[in-house]
Nanobody
Framework: VQLQASGGGLVRAGDSLRLSCEASGRTFSGYIMGWFRRAPEKEREFVAWISRSGGTTNYADSVLGRFTISRDIAKNMLYLQMNSLKPEDTAVYYC???????????????WGQGTQVTVSS
């Protein structure tokens, strides 16, 4: 499956942003989908994942209550709604597809190219 992330940008603290990830190729509904991020000079970290049906989600503690992951199976789209953004959310955000409901990037086989999110204070 090929993934294309978009929607990043420069926003102020407290603002909202919605990231999108378009999937093409193999059956989108057959994959667990996740969002990860990498801040400058830091390792890639888990943000959220969503089950194949969209009925189950999981979030990193740092984004719980502020971010919402969702998917539109009919449109082959994955989303990340980010509210109450903080400067520490600044990172390149990646969407990923895998077969396991996991917080580890090692369990995801397919990755989008990343989209930059910058939050100013």
């Amino acid at each position: 499956v090929q993934l294309q992330a978009s929607g990043g940008g420069l926003v102020r603290a407290g603002d909202s942003l919605r990231l999108s990830c378009e999937a093409s190729g193999r059956t989108f509904s057959g994959y667990i989908m996740g969002w990860f991020r990498r801040a400058p000079e830091k390792e890639r970290e888990f943000v959220a994942w969503i089950s194949r049906s969209g009925g189950t989600t999981n979030y990193a503690d740092s984004v719980l209550g502020r971010f919402t992951i969702s998917r539109d199976i009919a449109k082959n789209m994955l989303y990340l709604q980010m509210n109450s953004l903080k400067p520490e959310d600044t990172a390149v955000y990646y969407c990923a597809a895998g077969q396991t409901s996991s917080n580890s990037p090692r369990d995801y086989s397919y990755w989008g190219q990343g989209t930059q999110v910058t939050v100013s204070s």
